[in-house]
């Protein structure tokens, strides 16, 4: 090594020491505010800030109250809840539970009362409809229970092995008051032993899910660590191939939660699956600087040189990869959806960090280490080369067959991406053996359903509010409407409370509980706002008078059934409401959900296509040619369109997970395109033929892409271990993807490259030379 050379390195190693202390400085300020990162899971987070429907929903909330702050209570006993010493232990629970900070009402048939009036008395008789104390006048009283549909719907199972307890709490309650919520129940409830007992609400969703994310994200930290030792450790078969990677990939991680600390941007529920994504954006960019580092050494290079040609040769391709990915996710930003907006901002910071790392902290390793033993091994005497060589041999012989094939995949991938279907369920991103899920799917059974209904009612008409009878009539025929045709069981509004007012005035018939004639309406209405102090009132028409609401859980039917039952509600509006008196608006969390999520993979779409775009001038700067991008593109749009054959074929439906999944996959997948054009430009910039350009490019890019898929594979199955569905799918499509696309980029690729290129096209003027090379 001359003196230059060594005055070179030495220099090089300065260099090196000073960036490696500002790495780690920087590195310990971001492990600190790493430990401080929060975990939110908030489902209202999905609705759009800017869309005029969540707009109206708050202020309809502002009237009344919210419609998802409660927690259903199954408490059960075989063979029938008609049991003396049960109804005991009920009512002391109840009562227990109203004492409760946090709780503002708890309703339960252990404590309600029904109201009469006879023909004997002006008075309003009041008595319980069950005698707890009373076993013997059990059978009458359940008789009378199931003859009132509003309450046996709502409170008693339909076996009548089980009763609802319904707690209202109080609203916007934090992950820590709901953990203290549950705490409060649960030990109520191991105190009354009840034989059987479940409950679901938003405080229980929350808990449940933030306590999952922090879980597997952990478990996802550690399964990708454990990976990539395993990965590296078999393709570098030396020490200093894995702890070189392994801290590249550590530190990439690191910034990026430690960033999220430092800005105060909790995990939710789709970043969770950041740190799997940066683990293969970072050891991707690793791979390939580090598979050429070796290349140079192999090929007798000093330390210092093949730094250098390593960085010179693949660093702008890996500038360029990172720029795409980053670019990709950046579409996410286009979605008006907080978590999304928040998946796609930091995901692409990630990707240009690791970038920074294997700009600065890497090349700073190699320079500062001693080559591996590895590096001492010939180019041809490894094991990529023994499978690459004869693979390139076969790809040239059947080129012909190969492009044929690859079109009629294309085709068949096109006729199964239209069989894709999108709907959405409250509780998709569970598992069908999930037990949170099992019991959501319980009280769709048994009860009424926990699915918020929500219907805004507001009196057009100048001079007229609820209370006038015409009003009352075109509610009532809504009502009716719901009740026979939405498939709710029980719809609770004004005319909910009229029709009870009415069975009440009529000694408690059964036949009575119906909407009153126009003189019975305003009588009831008079004495309820007269003489009622419970506020039930006031829980559906709000102090003006011109605003109500109509409102009820149902089962969680999915995105399409709700939407064609939306379809005919609105027909029926049309048709049979004189809405020139009164409107009927669908709100609630539970319509805002079903909205942004039709909207959402539509504007993924669009995101997508944006993607493609700003990828395609990205490649164009790089090509300087039309054509060169087209050829580029294709095999990375083949894998998108052979992925939806996979959703349109296997009958999974388009959701919020994998819908992302095409972003995502596109951002990662164009990188090793990138990276075989970048080589193979290279090579023909040297004089090379086409056919001796592609071998080389083949032989050495080649073994890294087959590499670093091979590592993005396993990361992403790593998701695999989620109890979260949409992670689930998240992981086995993007995997999908990924090996699809390799395929395309090494035998698609190459076809497509040899049968259209053209030297002029792609050359940089005046770099070819005129001798010819032989294969």
Not at 280 to 293: F, Q, T
Not at 301 to 306: G, I, M, N, P, Q
Not at 567 to 578: A, G, I, M, S
Request: aromatic letters at 12%; proline letters at 2%.
């Amino acid at each position: 090594m001359t003196k230059i050379h060594l005055k070179r390195l030495g220099d090089l190693k300065k260099i090196a020491i000073i960036t490696l202390i500002c790495v780690l400085v920087l590195s310990g300020l971001f492990a600190v505010k790493a430990l401080q990162v929060g975990w939110d899971y908030n489902f209202e987070a999905f609705f759009s800030k800017h869309d005029p429907e969540t707009e109206f929903f708050e202020k309809h909330r502002r009237r009344f109250t919210t419609d998802n702050d409660f927690v259903f209570i199954s408490l059960g006993h075989e063979p029938s809840i008609f049991d003396h010493d049960f109804l005991v232990r009920v009512r002391g629970f109840v009562e227990e539970l109203e004492q409760d900070s946090l709780v503002e009402s708890v309703q339960s048939i252990t404590h309600m009362k029904e109201y009469v009036k006879t023909p004997f008395s002006a008075a309003v008789l009041s008595r319980p409809y069950l005698n707890i104390d009373e076993p013997e006048n059990y059978e009458k009283d359940s008789a009378r229970i199931f003859a009132h549909p509003e309450i046996a719907s709502a409170f008693v199972s339909k076996d009548a092995t089980a009763l609802l307890v319904n707690v209202r709490h109080r609203q916007y309650l934090s992950k820590s008051k709901c953990d203290l919520l549950v705490e409060s129940i649960d030990k109520l409830l191991a105190k009354y032993e009840f034989q059987d007992h479940k409950y679901a609400g938003r405080s229980i969703g929350m808990g449940y899910y933030v306590d999952q994310m922090f879980d597997e994200t952990l478990l996802f930290i550690g399964l990708s660590m454990v990976l990539v030792l395993i990965f590296l450790a078999l393709t570098f078969r030396s020490v200093w191939g894995v702890w070189v990677p392994l801290i590249i990939v550590g530190m990439s991680m690191l910034w990026i939660v430690g960033l999220m600390g430092l800005v105060n941007q909790p995990i939710n529920l789709i970043l969770t699956t950041l740190p799997s994504i940066i683990f293969v954006v970072a050891m991707s960019d690793v791979m390939h600087l580090v598979s050429k580092y070796l290349e140079e050494l192999r090929a007798g290079k000093s330390k210092y040189d093949a730094v250098k040609v390593a960085y010179r040769e693949v660093g702008r391709a890996t500038l360029l990869t990172s720029l795409t990915t980053a670019v990709g996710f950046s579409t996410l930003l286009m979605i008006d959806m907080e978590p999304v907006k928040d998946f796609g901002m930091y995901t692409a910071i990630g990707v240009m960090l690791a970038f920074i790392l294997a700009y600065t902290l890497l090349p700073s390793l190699l320079v500062l280490t001693k080559a591996p033993k590895i590096s001492q091994k010939s180019n041809t005497k490894t094991i990529w080369y023994r499978v690459l060589h004869p693979s390139f041999r076969w790809l040239l012989k059947n080129r012909k067959s190969v492009m044929v094939g690859f079109i009629l995949l294309m085709l068949l991938s096109i006729f199964g991406s239209t069989q894709v279907v999108a709907d959405y369920y409250l509780l998709e991103d569970l598992k069908k053996g999930n037990e949170l899920r099992k019991t959501y799917e319980y009280f769709d059974k048994e009860f009424m359903g926990l699915r918020p209904f929500e219907m805004a009612v507001e009196v057009k008409q100048e001079g007229k509010t609820i209370y006038d009878y015409e009003v009352l009539k075109e509610m009532n025929k809504v009502d009716q409407y719901l009740q026979e045709h939405y498939d709710i069981e029980n719809v609770f509004s004004i005319i909910s409370i009229l029709k009870v007012a009415n069975r009440t005035n009529h000694g408690g018939q059964r036949k009575y509980y119906k909407f009153p004639t126009e003189k019975e309406a305003e009588q009831y209405i008079e004495r309820i706002q007269k003489f009622d102090r419970s506020g039930q009132l006031e829980a559906f028409v709000d102090s003006t008078g011109k605003h109500a609401r109509i409102t009820s859980t149902i089962g969680d039917r999915g995105m399409i059934k709700i939407n064609k039952l939306n379809e005919d509600l609105f027909e029926f509006l049309d048709k049979e409401v004189n809405t020139d008196l009164v409107s009927f608006k669908l709100t609630g969390t539970g319509h805002l959900l079903d909205r942004n999520m039709s909207s959402l993979s539509r504007n993924l779409f669009m995101g997508l296509g944006l993607a493609v775009g700003i990828v395609s001038l990205l490649m164009g700067l790089l090509f300087r040619s039309l054509k060169m991008v087209l050829i580029a593109l294709i095999p990375n749009v083949l894998p998108l369109v052979m992925l939806g054959a996979i959703l349109g074929f296997s009958g999974v439906e388009l959701k919020v997970s994998t819908a992302l999944v095409f972003t995502i996959s596109f951002g990662i997948a164009v990188d090793d395109t990138i990276h075989f054009m970048s080589k193979l430009k290279l090579e023909l910039n040297k004089g090379k033929s086409l056919m001796y350009a592609m071998r080389r490019t083949f032989l050495s890019t080649g073994r890294a892409i087959v590499l670093t898929t091979l590592i993005l594979i396993g990361g992403f199955l790593m998701l695999l271990f989620s109890d979260f569905l949409g992670t689930f799918y998240i992981g086995l499509l993007i995997s999908c993807t990924l090996i699809f696309a390799l395929i395309a980029d090494m035998f698609f690729l190459p076809v497509l490259l040899i049968a259209f290129y053209k030297p002029k096209e792609f050359l940089k003027k005046g770099k070819r030379k005129t001798t010819n090379q032989s294969e």
